[in-house]
């Protein structure tokens, strides 16, 4: 049995596939590539609000990434304690993660 107490929780799961934009234009391409609706509409401005930030302040020595795609491949809801500040967090942290990951490296 799980009890939760004070209150709502928070709750967002995100997968994403980032990688360099194959258009060689600056700023994010964000691709959903997610099927069924396992994200609500109203949370994918937030996501794209955490990739950015993400960028604005990069993974090495705060510079910013100035080009990338990330593609949302999909993602988890809870009908309580989802909302769309913690898509907004998913998605940033999502984000420097798999930038850490991607060899990232300054110009």
Known sequence: ??????GSGQFADLTIELGPRKDDEQGLEKVDATKGGV???EYIPSIR???LKAMQHGVLLGYPVESC???LLDGKIHQEDSNA???E????DG????A???GPQLL
């Open 1 to 6: 049995m799980v009890k939760q107490t004070g």
């Open 39 to 41: 994200i609500p509409k």
């Open 49 to 51: 609000k955490g990739f």
């Open 69 to 71: 795609s990330v593609k």
């Open 85 to 87: 500040i913690d898509f």
């Open 89 to 92: 967090k998913a998605a940033r």
């Open 95 to 98: 984000f420097k993660n798999a």
């Open 100 to 102: 850490a990951l991607a």
